[in-house]
């Protein structure tokens, strides 16, 4: 098993209001903060909180970690994609 990933956090639907976490349809705002790790000098770190089961949204969340590098070029940026 890998220990260098972060670890995420299990949530109740009592905290299921808190930004970040986005409704139906709808897209949650990310809190992009420069990352901590020296390693990952040059990168933007937030976490996305999503239903632990999208069959139960409204039921237990997790935070998944979330890491980005800028566009370099942003007139050619193509979005972004987040794969789970």
Known sequence: MRTDLPRCRRRTADRAGRA???????????????????????????TLEVPLDHDRPAGETIDLALIRHKATGPSERIGSTIIG
């Open 20 to 46: 970040g976490r986005g409704g139906p349809g709808g897209a949650a705002a990310l809190d992009w903060q420069p990352c901590e790790d020296p390693a990952q000098q040059g990168f933007d770190c937030a």
